[in-house]
């Protein structure tokens, strides 16, 4: 992130935390189930307990609050584009989100007139052109990369830019490779859940014989 930003600001901070409580959460089953501990047995329950109800929760709003939440990807991408060359890792997203899905902008490469920087009306050397992932080819001669393959596509007509360019927007690429993955995505979460089943009926039975004993 930028300089001097606040840790909270990291987006990759949300999931180091969420992966040191899911190692923490399966250390102390694992020690529970060795040591014969119903102290962390019952941890491990517990939080076993509040990632299904989490899980489950996600699930319902995901459902509920699709069209708000496609509104906010949305709003989101704009922020990206508007603030493209103010954070490296912004930047390394956006790249990959238009080399991966062959798109360019939000609803087309002409979104990237509202970035300061790519503005026809800009001072710089970047003024009406595109981020280099936006090309068809990136790459010069097939192996060096290209950072000024994208530079003046906003001065060129529709068909030499679609020559040079993915001129597709990356919302309507973003939707349709996510209603793509949705059964996926569904099967994934059903699996984790049915995991996290099984690991808290062995807890249980783990803890009722060392009750019982």
Do not use: K
């Amino acid at each position: 992130g930028e300089r001097g930003a606040p840790l909270g600001s990291d987006p990759m901070l949300l999931f180091v935390l969420v992966g040191l409580g899911a190692s923490a959460v399966s250390l102390a089953g694992c020690l529970g189930a060795l040591r014969a501990s119903p102290c962390l047995l019952r941890f491990f329950l517990g939080a076993l307990l509040v990632f299904g109800g989490l899980e489950l929760l996600g699930g319902l709003l995901l459902l509920l609050l699709r069209r708000r939440l496609r509104d906010a990807l949305r709003d989101l991408l704009l922020l990206c584009l508007l603030r493209y060359q103010e954070d490296p890792d912004l930047q390394f997203l956006v790249d990959e989100v238009q080399r991966s899905l062959q798109c360019c902008g939000l609803e087309s490469y002409r979104d990237w007139e509202s970035n300061l920087y790519f503005n026809c009306s800009s001072p710089g050397v970047q003024a009406c052109g595109v981020p280099a992932s936006c090309c068809r080819e990136p790459l010069q001669g097939g192996s060096v990369p290209n950072a000024q393959c994208g530079f003046g596509a906003l001065a060129l007509g529709p068909a030499a830019a679609a020559a040079l360019l993915h001129t597709g927007g990356c919302g309507a690429a973003l939707a349709a490779g996510l209603r793509g993955q949705a059964g996926a995505i569904a099967a994934g979460a059903v699996t984790l859940l049915l995991l996290e089943a099984a690991g808290a009926l062995m807890a249980l039975r783990v803890l009722r014989d060392i009750t019982a004993g």
